[in-house]
């Protein structure tokens, strides 16, 4: 499967919001459907941890350290995975990852990097 592509990382106050994107290049619309989403996070020194994720029949389920800040969102149109990350801490800093799993196979993006802090 296509590697996914992650933008939308940089530095942010905290309190501050960003919000980081998703593609999987070439993707087809009913591949994309059909997928499972899920965003993930690694800060140095710490094991890679889940954020949120999307089930491809629309399921969406938090990490509870990011509940009622962070939303996961999918665009069917262009084909697009969204996390808006609101009211920002500086303990999300980290290396924000993309996972697409669909029929036994996974695939990671390189990771953007979130930092927060003055």
């Known amino acids: 499967q296509a590697q996914p592509v992650e933008s939308g990382g940089g530095l942010v106050q905290p309190g501050g919001s960003l919000r980081l994107t998703c593609v999987v290049p070439r993707i087809i619309t009913s591949t994309f459907s059909g997928t499972d989403w899920g965003w993930y996070r690694q800060a140095p020194g710490n094991q890679r941890e889940r954020v949120a994720a999307i089930g491809s029949g629309g399921s969406i389920d938090y990490a509870d350290s990011v509940k009622g800040r962070f939303t996961m969102s999918r665009d069917f149109a262009r084909k697009r995975v969204y996390l808006q990350m609101d009211a920002l801490k500086p303990e999300d800093t980290a290396v924000y990852y993309c996972?697409?799993?669909?029929?036994?196979?996974?695939?990671w993006g390189k990771g953007t990097l979130v930092t927060v802090g003055k």
């Open positions: 996972n697409a799993k669909r029929a036994g196979t996974e695939a």
